[in-house]
């Protein structure tokens, strides 16, 4: 079955940078759309960075174009999020997200979501 499994979450002073890693298991690559959500505490869970199916298309947030980056490592299965110029407004657990070809919405959704990482906390002070 299909797991995700985060890494590279912690505690950063504004201004700072994290990369966040998500290894993903069983399932082909090349079938899923990889990404990362966030969600604040009393907030809903918004998307953050999206890549497609092999990656021809890539979706950023309004809030962190030009902060934030998301890239692929096939041979590892592996989506990394590199964050860089992090502010207070970033806190929030990051989820890594999958989903079985395309996104419908232009926004991605969470509910389209159909596999979640447990998360990994940000916290940027």
């Known amino acids: 079955h299909v797991q995700l499994v985060e890494s590279g979450g912690g505690s950063v002073q504004a201004g700072g940078s994290l990369r966040l890693s998500c290894a993903g298991y069983g399932y082909r690559y090349s079938d899923m759309a990889l990404g990362w959500f966030r969600q604040a505490p009393g907030k809903e869970r918004e998307a953050v960075a999206i890549?497609?199916?092999?990656?021809?298309?890539?979706y950023l947030d309004d809030s962190v174009k030009g902060r934030f980056t998301i890239s692929q490592d096939n041979a590892k299965n592996t989506v990394y999020l590199q964050m860089s110029n992090l502010g207070p407004e970033d806190t929030a657990t990051y989820y890594c997200?999958?989903?079985?070809?395309?996104?419908?919405?232009?926004?991605?959704?969470?509910?389209?979501?159909?596999?979640w990482g447990s998360g990994t906390q940000v916290t940027v002070s």
């Open positions: 890549l497609y199916v092999s990656g021809v298309k890539t």
């Open positions: 997200a999958a989903k079985y070809g395309s996104y419908e919405n232009i926004h991605p959704r969470q509910y389209e979501v159909q596999y």
